[in-house]
């Protein structure tokens, strides 16, 4: 299996532009994750989907924040418009059922995301 | 969320077995124990889970204490490619919430 699929990779965004981050998840996983890294904050859930429905977006930081899974094999996290403070890495995962039934998630590399 | 406790670093020499010990004193009896670890530049891996029993497999083994109140990861013979940053995660137990919330972990450095 390719496992989670992200892009793009790299990005180097002026403030004030439109960033769209890409997620394909592994086939068949119903739970798609959407996670952020940064020095000051470690890693922090921002939203998941179950079935392509946002189950929990608790984590999105503000409105310049969405995220949207149109079917089961792509989803899409913007930050419209961006700021030098969202200069982070990005991560997508996904899991076969349940997590808590100890079902594992399944990382992508990251988007490494650079506003300037 | 029940909180874990690891310490921020440690450190093994290479071919030696490694423990890393994580306190969870506030898990409740339908937590899983996950454990993940984040290698340089690259997005978190799955190492192990378990519930109750000790568990084994191809990398890692997961002692669990008798009352769930600790655990411990033991990598049997580190290598230098087991340097990463060790997360010790309890599911969240509110049900329905899928989430897994990572703390700071504990960075392992291996010397050669």
């Known amino acids: 299996d390719a496992g989670v699929i992200q892009s793009p990779r790299h990005e180097v965004t002026e403030m004030g532009q439109e960033v769209t981050l890409r997620c394909k998840p592994i086939s068949g996983h119903d739970y798609l994750f959407w996670y952020r890294q940064t020095m000051m904050r470690g890693l922090e859930l921002l939203i998941y989907?179950?079935?392509?429905?946002?189950?929990?977006d608790s984590g999105m930081p503000e409105d310049r924040f969405s995220a949207k899974m149109p079917n089961a094999s792509f989803s899409t996290l913007k930050i419209q418009p961006s700021e030098p403070r969202d200069s982070a890495v990005y991560f997508c995962a996904s899991s076969l059922g349940r997590v808590h039934s100890g079902n594992t998630i399944y990382f992508g590399e990251g988007s490494w995301l650079t506003v300037v | 969320d029940a909180k874990t406790t690891q310490p921020n670093s440690m450190e093994s020499n290479e071919e030696e077995p490694v423990h890393l010990p994580c306190n969870h004193s506030?898990?409740?009896?339908?937590?899983?124990i996950h454990w993940y670890r984040q290698l340089p530049s690259q997005g978190p891996e799955y190492v192990i889970h378990?519930?109750?029993s000790n568990v084994n497999n191809r990398m890692a083994s997961l002692a669990i204490a008798e009352d769930r109140k600790s655990s411990t990861l033991i990598l049997h013979r580190a290598t230098l490619r087991d340097a990463a940053v060790y997360y010790c995660i309890l599911r969240d137990p509110s049900i329905g919430n899928e989430k897994l919330t990572f703390g700071t972990g504990t960075r392992l450095t291996i010397i050669p």
């Open positions: 378990g519930l109750t």
């Open positions: 989907f179950n079935n392509n429905v946002p189950i929990d």
């Open positions: 506030t898990i409740s009896g339908t937590d899983y």
